[in-house]
């Protein structure tokens, strides 16, 4: 079965360091997201691509978080500097088209990020 | 303000029983409604869907209920197994964005 691969699934940094992450999509895929989960709280939207182009990034806190997917297949995230707060999984998703609840995203493990 | 709401954060039931998990969402404009399982230190597995224009949907064990106009959905789990214990994540979409709204999620703990 087709998964979305994603990396690391575990990251500690130090605050104020740069921490990026990777996502794979399944192949064919147009739409990616990031999404964030805090501890006890559900997914929240980052950011959203269609093939390479940004959606929708009105959730992203810009002033730290930069997201990128140059050839419309994988993409990275990136937090530079890293603060205490952004402590949280970081999900990756990908669906076939835009409107990708019609078959449900499909999510990667996710990434555990660790600010100290 | 939030759009979907799970209002138990917990639940516990016993094996074999009925687990109904419920959710709330407040804008009119969604069209599709998700449940996801998810594990802990996993990423959450899509179970079961609803458009707007339907009431209900089965799929084996697992039933969703959709009430458009108390704006409430329900999944029903029968009978519900250790195996099924997990947070579980309500979700809604609409218009063309696609992009899901969650609820915080209710753990559902299913005991022998």
């Known amino acids: 079965e087709a998964e979305v691969a994603q990396s690391p699934r575990y990251k500690i940094t130090e605050k104020s360091q740069a921490v990026a992450f990777w996502c794979d999509p399944i192949?064919?895929?147009?739409?990616l997201y990031w999404y964030r989960q805090i501890l006890g709280q559900g997914p929240e939207l980052l950011v959203q691509?269609?093939?390479?182009?940004?959606?929708?990034d009105s959730q992203l806190p810009k002033d730290r978080f930069s997201a990128e997917r140059l050839k419309g297949v994988d993409s990275t995230l990136k937090i530079q500097p890293a603060e205490l707060g952004d402590s949280a999984m970081y999900l990756c998703?990908?669906?076939?088209?835009?409107?990708?609840?019609?078959?449900?995203?499909?999510f990667g493990s996710g990434t555990r990020l660790t600010v100290v | 303000d939030q759009q979907v709401k799970q209002n138990s954060p917990s639940l516990s039931v016993q094996e074999g029983r009925i687990s109904i998990l419920n959710c709330d969402y407040t804008?009119?404009?969604?069209?599709?409604f998700l449940w996801y399982k998810k594990y802990p230190a996993e990423g959450p597995t899509f179970l079961i869907s609803?458009?707007?224009?339907?009431d209900k949907n089965e799929d084996g064990r697992f039933t969703v209920f959709l009430n458009k106009s108390a704006k409430h959905l329900s999944l029903h789990i029968v009978p519900s197994q250790p195996g099924d214990s997990a947070v579980y994540f309500c979700?809604?979409?609409?218009?063309?964005?696609?992009?899901?709204?969650f609820g915080k999620g209710t753990k559902l703990s299913v005991k022998p």
């Open positions: 998703a990908s669906s076939r088209d835009r409107t990708g609840a019609d078959y449900g995203y499909t």
């Open positions: 192949s064919g895929h147009a739409t």
């Open positions: 691509f269609q093939d390479e182009s940004v959606v929708d």
């Open positions: 804008n009119s404009m969604f069209d599709y």
């Open positions: 609803i458009s707007s224009i339907k």
């Open positions: 979700a809604a979409s609409g218009g063309s964005q696609g992009n899901l709204i």
